[in-house]
């Protein structure tokens, strides 16, 4: 399957990415930080990635996500994990990024640990 992202906006400066696929390292990847890029560009740095359609994603991929953390973070906003199948929770919890990225059971979780958006 194609890596698929949909973008969803939640709030002012927040938004889920729905990711559908399987991401691993190379085109995928480069894929997945540049949607992060295009999000922090459109003033959307607190962002869930909801992992729900994902079925595989390898160490590359687990790098990826560290990675669009830290160019969130340094936005000034943060990311979330939500909806992860167990084989990916598997993952992200022996890998330790969970406790880096945190992972909730569903989108509307991991969006109520964001901070509102000071006008």
Excluded: W
């Excluded at 906006?9 to 990711?19: D, F, K, M, R, W």
């Excluded at 729900?52 to 990311?79: E, F, N, P, Q, W």
Aim: charged residues 20%; aromatic residues 4%; contains cysteine.
């Amino acid at each position: 399957m194609i890596l698929q992202f949909n973008r969803h906006e939640i709030a002012p400066g927040i938004a889920s990415l729905e990711i559908k696929g399987n991401v691993h390292c190379g085109p995928e990847c480069v894929r997945l930080e540049k949607e992060v890029d295009l999000l922090i560009q459109d003033n959307m740095t607190q962002v869930v990635f909801d992992l729900k359609y994902v079925t595989h994603m390898d160490s590359a991929a687990i790098g990826s996500v560290v990675r669009c953390h830290s160019k969130l973070k340094s936005a000034g906003g943060g990311l979330r994990l939500a909806s992860a199948q167990p084989m990916i929770a598997h993952s992200l919890s022996i890998t330790k990024v969970d406790k880096i990225v945190p992972l909730f059971a569903g989108v509307s979780e991991a969006v109520a640990t964001f901070r509102p958006a000071t006008a």
